[in-house]
């Protein structure tokens, strides 16, 4: 795959991320738990010490898989593990997870009163990755957020390899994107998020191992986007170490801290 020249000097700023996968409940309205995750819920995550920024990332009800259909490759989203939402966090800094123990303590009571199901995925500090896509004064009026499972015998540095080597620059390169940022996760372990009275069902053939956060100007670019010849020809590429690829359509991205501080209502 080439990599094409404004793509490759793109600037890049390294961040230390984690990602909490969430399922709201389902004894009450969907729309309910998303709107208390929305309204109480944040305020808990909001205050907690040490944090670059939080987002929250609302995936829309109805997704059965943005990315085209590939031989070999599971992109069609199964309903019983369909995602509702995300939660992103940004620390300042690689101790700044023990700063907010308490905070951490409430959130972790607070999860039943919303949510049946939540997962961490963490990587190391640096790991996380937000790249310099939009012009000046361009903005984002649609997001899609794509998860890759690696395939069993695939190599994690060869994986890790190809998403900042071969499908950053390329998605980079379509010149279509206003946002976007990746993860690449170190392997699950539940003990990282082990919440009370919430599942964490989570099995070795479900595991994730990186994420795409990709914006677009709006919902019609973004349709075309997942369309076009150049995203079939890169997911041909991809197969040979990516078994699952699952692209979703974001509702809404809505920051609640950035660069370090509280916002007074959350940002969109």
Known sequence: MSMPPAAAQLDVKKHFTSSILLWV????????????????????????????????IHLAEHNP???PATDGVETSIPVDRKIDGVAEVTFRSALAPAQGRKQTNLAYQDEINVFRRTLLYAGPPNSSRWYDVAGPGEKVGAR????????????????????KKQLVPA?????VLKELRTQTFLPWIEKLWDTPNVAHDNPHDQHFHASLMLGFTDTAARDAFFTADVIQDLSDQLAPLVSAIHAYDVTAALTYVKNGDILPHYQE
Do not use: C, N
């Open 144 to 163: 899609a957020l794509v998860y890759l499972r690696r395939r069993d015998g695939a190599g994690a540095g060869e994986f890790r390899k190809l998403v």
């Open 25 to 56: 409940r389902t004894d009450q309205p969907r729309q309910t738990g998303m709107d208390y995750w929305k309204g109480p819920h944040s305020g808990i995550i909001s205050a907690t010490p040490g944090l670059e920024e939080y987002r929250q």
């Open 171 to 175: 998605l980079a390169g379509t010149g």
């Open 65 to 67: 898989g943005r990315w």
